[in-house]
């Protein structure tokens, strides 16, 4: 089974930058597309962010266009979410997840998750 880890949460204040990482020991994403779901208290969870192995198709959610960027080590062993200008509304768990199709990591529920790591943002 495939184990994810995602780490880089943490707290910052508005408009500060954080780094979030994905990461399978032992597993590279190699055809696969992996992304960032994230979750705040008493709302849905919302995809974030995903990049395809395949292609480097990206996907990113309105509310971060323009802040988070995805991108991959070169191996695709590690998958990153550099976040900038970061708001009180990006406060949430994040969780880094995987599956074989693209538009599962848009908006549907991968094969593949890890723990989450809480980003918190303060005013």
């Known amino acids: 089974d495939v184990q994810l880890q995602a780490s880089g949460g943490g707290l910052v204040q508005a408009g500060g930058s954080l780094r979030l990482s994905c990461a399978a020991p032992?597993?590279?994403?190699?055809?696969?597309?992996i992304g960032w779901f994230r979750q705040a208290p008493g709302k849905e969870r919302e995809g974030v962010s995903c990049i395809s192995s395949t292609d480097g198709s990206t996907y990113y959610a309105d509310s971060v266009k323009g802040r988070f960027t995805i991108s991959s080590d070169n191996a695709w062993n590690t998958v990153y979410l550099q976040m900038s200008s970061l708001e009180p509304e990006d406060t949430a768990v994040y969780y880094c997840a995987a599956d074989p199709h693209f538009p599962v990591l848009v908006g549907g529920d991968p094969k593949y998750w890890g723990q989450g790591t809480l980003v918190t943002v303060s005013s």
């Open positions: 032992g597993f590279r994403f190699d055809d696969y597309a």
